[in-house]
């Protein structure tokens, strides 16, 4: 520490430099924020962390003040409680007063606020806004109503995702937050990548919900109901709950959702296994044909692909051509339970459980759909999971044990490397090592990310080639490393993964919303727990996907492969 300043009058260390509200909160000195978020540069917009500072005239906003020698600062003085509480009090002036059926309810900020500032009625009265909310997007609903210009979904969707599908329109007390021209979302430049909903404060962005479909769905006797668990939800749930057995997570789940009625659970993690086989296959045969162009780039996170299709119409060749593993898992479970059941497709209801709001969106592409038979039919976030599950009145914490289920019930350690970043371009990697041969001569090293932002790149010596690998999540990393190939002229990176939510799934827009970045931390420390501990290593060694191959019914060029397996890209730059 560098020196220390007065506080509350007590004396507390700070770093030179560093924002009071930074130095407050590491000496445990809770200041309430509303528009400030870790890795974004302060914009004092909402002005709740004000504090008094002595020998200064006007509150002072400590998340974009610097410490500094000598300061005398009080955190909770009369005049300091006062204007926050009616900051406050008029953000509540214009709020919708539905809170008993808001989805937010319970874990709302503003609520919190409310409560932490003793507010106990509406203060002031005027008239309302009147806003209209906006369900045309596929993943994201608005309702502008609930917004309390935070601007926090404005900063992800600039400064991380590069795409300003939101900003601010009109001004003084008619701002909002909107599309382009207030038309729907779906008519914006949104990738449906759904990190605004992970930082909206309220209920003003959430989740296009498929959770009465679900249950419709449940409640069908001429449905068979088949969920597809993601390995990542697994590790979301066992960091959400703080599991111990963390390894059991997918199993409580499985017995969950069958106590609401599901007929099978499949592991989607078994799509995992299939996706980083072809997608080697397919990096070994383009490396083998002296007119490639690379990287290949990976084609699993639907909002990265939304974006090539929008903004990189040139690299569209370059993305895999391998269906990502919700749409496998998709297809393969309705080709197999409407085999083993005698069953027309249109009466199974397939229903994917992920960390990613743009499953949302990948699922009701026209391509992944078949003669008006959908390859998913709902796509539940984990927000949503917990939700459906409290329907059912099913408490995950007090749950028992269930296997998933047959043919599609193992996923190796790689299934779980999908979900965090650089884990893929290690999976394929490796895989590719082991189809050259190296790994009978020599054992396979990957270097893997010191931490988990930004890009990142390796060399390994593969087949006698030096090759090259780089992972990059978000959307604004994976534009700078785009410009960067190509102003470079770099022909040295043969393999690029790009995932659209910052540190790739374990922050993904379906995740339980939390504010800052340490819940990806601690599902990706999950993740790394379970590929130790799984039973199987690499996605060769999953016995479903090697039946698969072996009984015939995919090879490569066979219809299956090549339609209901390859995944259409579309240039819509000029959209
Ligand atoms: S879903 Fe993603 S791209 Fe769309 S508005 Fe939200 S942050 Fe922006
Ligand atoms: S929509 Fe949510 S995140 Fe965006 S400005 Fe409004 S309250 Fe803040
Ligand atoms: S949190 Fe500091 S001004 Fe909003």
Redesign the pocket.
């Known amino acids: 520490m560098d020196y220390q300043i007065e506080v509350n009058k007590n004396q507390i260390d700070v770093r030179e430099g560093e924002s009071l509200l930074t130095a407050l909160t590491r000496n445990g000195i809770k200041v309430p924020t509303l528009c400030h978020m870790n890795r974004f540069s302060p914009t004092g917009a909402c002005r709740l962390c004000v504090v008094e500072v002595e020998g200064r005239k006007d509150l002072v906003t400590s998340c974009s003040s610097q410490v500094e020698k000598g300061m005398k600062v009080s955190t909770n003085s009369q005049r300091v409680l006062r204007a926050r509480k009616s900051l406050v009090e008029l953000l509540l002036s214009n709020h919708p007063d539905d809170c008993l059926y808001c989805v937010r309810n319970g874990h709302c900020e503003l609520q919190s606020l409310a409560e932490e500032m003793n507010i106990k009625e509406r203060k002031y009265y005027g008239e309302k806004n009147t806003l209209y909310p906006d369900y045309s997007s596929p993943?994201?609903a608005r309702d502008p109503a609930k917004c309390v210009l935070c601007s926090r979904?404005v900063r992800?969707?600039e400064e991380v995702?590069v795409?300003t599908?939101?900003d601010f329109i009109s001004r003084g007390n008619q701002t909002t937050v909107n599309s382009a021209f207030n038309k729907g979302?779906n008519v914006s430049t949104?990738?449906?990548?759904?990190?605004?909903i992970q930082v909206c404060p309220t209920a003003a962005l959430i989740d296009i919900s498929h959770i009465e479909k679900v249950q419709t769905a449940l409640g069908s006797k001429d449905k068979m109901v088949v969920f597809h668990l993601s390995p990542s939800v697994g590790a979301s749930v066992a960091a959400e709950l703080k599991m111990k057995s963390r390894h059991l997570a997918m199993q409580r789940i499985t017995y969950a959702l069958k106590r609401c009625g599901a007929s099978r659970i499949f592991n989607l993690g078994f799509a995992s296994d299939v996706n980083i086989l072809e997608e080697a296959s397919i990096l070994k045969a383009r490396l083998e044909n002296e007119d490639s162009v690379f990287p290949l780039v990976s084609s699993c996170c639907p909002a990265w692909v939304r974006y090539a299709e929008d903004h990189h119409p040139e690299i569209l060749d370059q993305l895999s051509p391998v269906k990502s593993p919700q749409q496998i898992m998709g297809t393969m479970a309705k080709i197999f339970c409407a085999e083993k059941h005698d069953l027309d497709r249109e009466n199974i209801f397939s229903v994917s459980v992920t960390p990613c709001?743009g499953n949302k969106y990948e699922s009701s592409r026209e391509e992944n759909t078949h003669k008006g038979v959908s390859e998913i039919d709902a796509v539940l976030t984990v927000r949503e999971l917990f939700q459906l599950l409290r329907s059912f009145g099913l408490d995950l914490v007090q749950m028992n044990e269930d296997d998933l289920d047959e043919p599609y019930n193992e996923a190796s350690a790689v299934a779980w490397k999908h979900g965090y970043s650089g884990g893929k371009a290690e999976a394929v990697a490796e895989q590719l090592f082991y189809l050259t041969g190296n790994d009978k001569k020599e054992k396979f090293k990957f270097n893997p990310p010191k931490n988990m932002t930004g890009r990142r790149e390796t060399k390994l010596t593969i087949g006698g080639k030096q090759l090259g690998f780089a992972w990059v999540s978000s959307i604004s990393e994976a534009e700078h490393y785009l410009q960067h190939l190509k102003q470079e002229g770099r022909d040295d990176i043969h393999y690029l993964e790009v995932m659209a939510c910052l540190d790739g799934c374990v922050g993904g827009?379906g995740q339980p919303v939390s504010r800052g970045f340490e819940m990806s931390r601690a599902r990706k420390k999950v993740c790394l727990e379970m590929e130790k501990s799984a039973g199987k290593k690499y996605a060769r060694e999953n016995s479903a996907v090697n039946d698969m191959f072996k009984d015939g019914r995919l090879k490569p060029g066979n219809e299956l492969a090549e339609t209901w397996l390859k995944p259409v890209f579309t240039d819509r730059s000029s959209d």
């Open positions: 993943s994201v979904c992800m969707c995702q795409v599908a939101l979302l949104c990738i449906h990548c759904g990190q605004c709001a827009g």
